[in-house]
């Protein structure tokens, strides 16, 4: 385990996180999307059918397509890293998949733990003491 592989698995679990909120974003502006309706083989109005619906499959099969990655990657980093911080403390190792596995920001994973800034940093320098130890 190196303090790399923590970094990778992050990156990727910020770049999964992102991907995952555009699909949600590109799916909520598709419901102004309104088509041709077809009876058989005569449209019931004029224009363009698809030019608006292809634009959004596309995107929404680019943007699975980018989760679909990331999330490999992800997935990889991540099991990596659950089996080096098994050997660590419960707490230590809740820091580091908080943080590196999940993705979060220092505020939201002192929130989680309920602990200081100043003791996160204490914990976060003693887990990759013991991680890089190893």
């Known amino acids: 385990m190196t303090i790399e592989t923590l970094k990778q698995c992050?990156?990727?679990?910020?770049?999964?996180?992102?991907?995952?909120?555009?699909?949600?974003?590109?799916?909520?502006?598709?419901?102004?999307?309104?088509?041709?309706?077809?009876?058989?083989?005569?449209?019931?109005?004029?224009?363009?059918?698809?030019?608006?619906?292809?634009?959004y499959v596309e995107a929404l099969e680019q943007l699975s397509a980018e989760?679909?990655?990331?999330?490999?990657?992800w997935a990889e980093k991540a099991a990596e890293i659950e089996r080096a911080v098994r050997q660590l403390p419960p707490k230590l190792g809740e820091l580091l998949r908080l943080r590196y596995v999940d993705g979060l920001k220092w505020e939201q994973v002192n929130e989680q733990l309920y602990v200081s800034h100043m003791t996160s940093v204490r914990m976060h320098r003693k887990a990759l003491e013991l991680l890089l130890d190893k």
């Open 10 to 55: 992050r990156s990727a679990s910020l770049a999964r996180a992102s991907a995952k909120r555009r699909i949600a974003e590109l799916r909520e502006d598709a419901t102004g999307i309104s088509g041709i309706r077809y009876d058989g083989d005569m449209p019931h109005t004029r224009g363009e059918p698809l030019s608006r619906q292809q634009r």
């Open 67 to 73: 989760y679909e990655e990331t999330t490999a990657a």
